[in-house]
């Protein structure tokens, strides 16, 4: 059964940092693509960024780029990261970690992904 877990999330005022991470399990893919969205109250779920565990190629959504880094975990297959830096009230949401076992078309699609973990509260108070 694939699962995904995710980790990291928590309160912290404008500025400040926080980093999430994200374990997959459950499927035995040498490669995938794996990637973050949010949702914030009252809105559609959105794209933040996504990476490819082959090559390290990366993608982000413009109002993260400079701020977030995604970043994957070399000793452990299937765990990834995002550095969230100089958070905004903005960025306040539901982050949700996804998986493609198959490819990565380097677009932040959300029906490109069919696994999904159950999410993480990132509240940022101005």
């Known amino acids: 059964q694939v699962q995904l877990v995710e980790s990291g999330g928590g309160s912290v005022q404008a500025g400040g940092s926080l980093t999430l991470s994200c374990a997959a399990s459950?499927?035995?893919?040498?490669?995938?693509?794996m990637g973050w969205f949010r949702q914030a109250p009252g809105k559609e779920r959105e794209g933040v960024a996504s990476?490819?565990?082959?090559?390290?190629?990366?993608?982000y959504a413009d109002s993260v780029k400079g701020r977030f880094t995604i970043s994957q975990d070399n000793a452990k297959n299937r765990v990834i990261y995002l550095q969230m830096n100089s958070l905004k009230p903005e960025d306040t949401a539901m982050y949700y970690c996804?998986?493609?076992?198959?490819?990565?078309?380097?677009?932040?699609?959300?029906?490109?992904?069919?696994?999904w973990g159950q999410g993480t509260q990132v509240t940022v108070s101005s």
């Open positions: 459950g499927y035995t893919s040498r490669y995938d693509c």
């Open positions: 996804a998986a493609n076992p198959s490819y990565c078309s380097g677009n932040l699609r959300q029906y490109e992904y069919p696994y």
């Open positions: 990476i490819y565990t082959r090559g390290g190629s990366t993608y």
